[in-house]
């Protein structure tokens, strides 16, 4: 079966193509649009579909619109019911749903030859619960899964369970009620932009005391049901309402902190409540927006009653591209394959590299080890753009589209947050060999996903202070050799010159701007900011060749 996944409906449009129960394409729209997570949250822009990444989904396996078995839309306007039932401020949501309701033909004319009968409505948090159950390794029994986010069509939370390839919903907490809206909430309160900065509210946590935690128990509060209620928070009554450019404060960092340590709690309650009642199932599949809160998965899989945690790499909405992809293919009969990583996305063949550094007039050498050349001007303190493979599918640079730099200078997290332009609180992340994690870090293992923070041991704090944040924690990603030969390579040769067994591992882009995806997108960045080396496949670029730099 031949199944094209598609996200519009609420944010971060994506394409996913599933052939036969393995994913074979996923991307974000964002990365061919060059538009932040595609479009702003707005019913307004529901019609907006991702062409773009759909298109290519397809070329990239060489299959017809018209070969299509289905296409998965991961909405269900017929589960609509009135924002103001819902307790939802927000007149204009008609207008989303009366958009998605007329999806099939917005699909077909964005995609000629496709036959709007095939297109197929999957629940927004089934496609959300898919993405995870059906990705996740196998665990060898049934896997629970945890769906939570700001919202669905009246729901924003699923718990449920897979067995045999089968969802079995155990429970959905209805709206108003929202962890994920209690946190955009928060984000937007703190100056920050909704559905897009939550995770920089997370790192100012860290910088906070969970002072307002006693108030917030009793406003959030998980239920004997499964689910939980969210009261309406008098945000002013804690902090002074931030603009975009106003200063950061001790009372916004406390906010964010005790914000964070009441959804950490509630997570936890979820899952013990799942564990429960999902029959003793071993793993827990996450998706969702509050998925990518490294540090409540983290807490989760430390203090949660699982034994396993797995986070889809794509865990926002761009994900729900892939699940309803997959939860159709099963319900058309074809059997789920596990993801075997989230290099997904574009990649270019040697030839094409090399012909577009050519057609920049780029100065270029393909040295004997482009990974041994990387790790070279990384133990000088250089700075490297290393863009290698396919590229990631998800928000987190994992080794293919990446900003690389030297873990043991002090002054490296000033720098490359100076290079990207962010805010200088936002720690920067490590990735590691998979064989050397236990010596520096505790906490989940494997993380090839940097979807977890890991305290970092004693002994190596002084030694990694660039990847140390302010709590002694990092989001660590192991390397495996197996799945990611040349990044391990790199590792290796770092740590032959440096005795370094790590490196500084952020996403090749500038702020505001989505995560470079292409050749020239690579080398416009390298020529507009303080990079010392562009590694673009084999092919070495040196600043100093081009009269600067290392």
Not at 257 to 267: M, P
Not at 368 to 396: F, H, K, M, T
Not at 504 to 519: C, E, H, I, K
């Amino acid at each position: 079966m031949r199944v094209l996944g598609i996200n519009a409906i609420f944010h971060d449009p994506a394409a996913a193509l599933v052939v036969d129960g393995g994913v074979v394409a996923a991307a974000e729209e964002e990365r061919f649009s060059r538009r932040k997570h595609g479009k702003r949250p707005v019913p307004f822009a529901a019609w907006e579909l991702p062409e773009l990444s759909a298109a290519w989904c397809l070329a990239s396996a060489g299959i017809d619109v018209d070969s299509l078995d289905a296409v998965a839309y991961s909405f269900d306007p017929g589960l609509y019911r009135d924002a103001v039932e819902l307790g939802l401020d927000d007149p204009w949501d008609w207008l989303r749903v009366d958009y998605a309701t007329r999806a099939p033909q917005f699909l077909a004319a964005a995609l000629p030859g496709l036959d709007p009968e095939k297109v197929r409505f999957v629940p927004h948090h089934v496609a959300h619960a898919a993405s995870a159950g059906l990705a996740a390794p196998p665990a060898g029994d049934d896997t629970a899964v945890l769906v939570l986010d700001g919202r669905g069509e009246v729901a924003s939370h699923l718990a449920g369970v897979y067995r045999d390839g089968r969802l079995s919903s155990l429970y959905a907490q209805q709206l108003p009620h929202s962890l994920g809206l209690l946190y955009e909430d928060l984000t937007r309160h703190l100056g920050f932009l909704h559905s897009s900065d939550e995770y920089k509210v997370m790192a100012l946590a860290s910088y906070g005391r969970p002072t307002h935690l006693g108030m917030l128990r009793e406003l959030v509060r998980v239920t004997d049901d499964g689910g939980f209620q969210v009261e309406r928070i008098d945000w002013a009554g804690m902090a002074k309402a931030r603009t975009a450019d106003g200063e950061l404060t001790d009372d916004h960092a406390d906010l964010a902190a005790s914000v964070q340590a009441r959804l950490e709690e509630v997570v936890l309650g979820l899952s013990r409540w799942l564990y429960d009642a999902a029959g003793g199932a071993s793993t827990l599949a996450l998706a969702g927006g509050v998925a990518l809160n490294c540090v409540a998965n983290a807490r989760l899989a430390a203090e949660g009653p699982f034994r396993d945690v797995w986070v889809q790499p794509a865990a926002g909405d761009a994900g729900t591209a892939l699940g309803a992809a997959l939860h159709v293919a099963g319900e058309l009969g074809d059997r789920s394959t596990p993801m075997a990583g989230a290099d997904l996305g574009r990649g270019w063949s040697d030839e094409e590299l090399e012909a577009e550094l050519r057609r920049a007039a780029l100065p270029y050498r393909r040295p004997a080890s482009i990974a041994a050349e990387a790790a070279r001007v990384l133990a000088d303190n250089g700075i490297v753009a290393w863009y290698q493979g396919r590229s990631e599918y998800g928000p987190r640079a994992l080794g293919h589209r990446s900003l690389l730099a030297h873990p043991g200078d002090p002054d490296t997290t000033r720098r490359m947050n100076d290079v990207k332009g962010r805010e200088q609180f936002r720690p920067i992340a490590p990735m590691v060999r998979a064989e050397r994690f236990a010596e520096l870090f505790e906490g989940v293992f494997p993380s090839p996903y940097m979807l977890f923070v890991h305290r970092v041991k004693a002994q190596w704090r002084d030694r990694i202070p660039a990847v140390t944040h302010v709590d002694g924690t990092a989001r660590v990603q192991t390397v495996h050799a197996d799945t990611e030969p040349l990044v391990a390579e790199l590792l290796s040769e770092f740590e032959r010159r440096t005795g370094l067994p790590v490196v500084v591992n952020t996403s090749l882009n500038t702020a505001g701007r989505p995560m470079v995806d292409t050749p020239r997108e690579a080398m416009e960045l390298f020529g507009s900011a303080p990079v010392d080396l562009l590694a673009l496949g084999p092919f070495a670029v040196h600043r100093r060749a081009l009269g600067g730099g290392r």
